[in-house]
């Protein structure tokens, strides 16, 4: 049974960061790519970040985000990472992870607001 679990996210004060994890479970975690997607309010799911599964690719980041956050994966441990630096209100959302096989997290909030 396939299982991804996001935790790390929050409330943080703008200009603030945050690392957010997706534990990964039930399938062969270092034959995919992975990736971040975010959900706001009355708006739909946008992809932010992927990192693909092969070494020596390059991670790709959404226009919003790319300078600001950084994908990372560790596959002893089955995890992706999405460092979030210097976050802004508009950042404010639901962050998901995929395997892009169709599975996803349950989410976790992020909130930044002074």
């Known amino acids: 049974q396939v299982q991804l679990v996001e935790s790390g996210g929050g409330l943080v004060q703008p200009g603030g960061s945050l690392r957010l994890s997706c534990a990964a479970s039930?399938?062969?975690?270092?034959?995919?790519?992975m990736s971040w997607y975010r959900q706001a309010p009355g708006k739909e799911r946008e992809l932010v970040a992927r990192i693909p599964n092969t070494r020596n690719s390059r991670a790709d980041y959404s226009a919003a985000v790319k300078g600001r956050f950084t994908i990372s994966r560790d596959n002893v441990k089955n995890t992706v990472y999405l460092q979030m630096n210097s976050l802004k209100p508009e950042d404010t959302a639901v962050y998901y992870c995929?395997?892009?096989?169709?599975?996803w997290g349950q989410g976790t909030q992020v909130t930044v607001s002074s």
């Open positions: 995929t395997n892009g096989a169709g599975d």
């Open positions: 039930g399938f062969t975690f270092n034959w995919f790519a």
